[in-house]
Nanobody
Framework: QVQLVESGGGSVQAGGSLRLSCAAS????????MGWFRQAPGKEREGVAS????????SYTDSAEDRFAISQDKAKKIVYLQMLSLKPEDAAMYYC?????????????????????WGQGTQVTVSS
């Protein structure tokens, strides 16, 4: 059973930045993709960014494209999400997830259903 532990959440003012970390207990054939998701109260969980561990290919949703960056330290089995210029609408519980959600071209999709392992989440609060 792969365990994922997120850290780095917190409370910032609009325009601030945070770096989230996700440490995986191991990588297996079922953890080809690592993704960051978020869920705000009353809303569905949505994908933010994903990375294909093997090749490092990254994908982003439109809301994250210009402000967020996903990266990895493969040796340490850690995936990061650098978030810049945070907005109040970015406030949510952020989850790290792992799965084999590979799409065409070696990119990982960001549908929550494609991910098998989930962390407990780390809270991000953004005040205006």
């Amino acid at each position: 059973q792969v365990q994922l532990v997120e850290s780095g959440g917190g409370s910032v003012q609009a325009g601030g930045s945070l770096r989230l970390s996700c440490a995986a207990s191991e990588y297996t054939y079922r953890t080809a993709c690592m993704g960051w998701f978020r869920q705000a109260p009353g809303k569905e969980r949505e994908g933010v960014a994903s990375i294909y561990i093997g090749l490092g290919k990254t994908s982003y949703t439109d809301s994250a494209e210009d402000r967020f960056a996903i990266s990895q330290d493969k040796a340490k089995k850690i995936v990061y999400l650098q978030m810049l210029s945070l907005k109040p609408e970015d406030a949510a519980m952020y989850y790290c997830a792992a799965g084999s959600a590979l799409s065409t071209g070696g990119y990982c999709n960001m549908s929550p259903g494609g991910y098998v392992y989930w962390g407990q989440g780390t809270q991000v609060t953004v005040s205006s």
